[in-house]
């Protein structure tokens, strides 16, 4: 039978714990970073898209008097672009915060995970010790 190195628990601890992905991506935003974020916060929210509805549709009668290329001009141009914009950020908003929750559970649960297995490797380390002690014995006799 082989011997396998047996790695004491210090060591193990020293290894690469888990790290909160969310918590090391917000220590290295810089100030413009924290500028654009607060900005895609505002800009993303269906209030927002509500307000540049309603400031597209100012336009409107306008577009409509000024004949169909004007009426297609301010459909693309001012209703489309300016709301479906907030909309789309809405969207990845959500789906930003979805991944945040994703990871800080995953997170979590790798902190978990490393508690009962340090519990785990405690024991079979003190279960070694005992063996250890037992095979002295036996050597002795």
Known sequence: ??????????????????INANEKHKENLTLLDKIAIFITKVVGTMWCAIAFTLIALIGLPDAISGGKYEFINWLTQTLLQLVLFSVVIVGQNLQSRHSQRRAEIEYNTSIKSEAEIESILAHLENQNEILKEIQSKLENK
């Open 1 to 18: 039978m082989e011997k396998h190195k047996i790695i004491p628990l210090e060591e193990l601890k020293k290894l690469n714990s888990p």
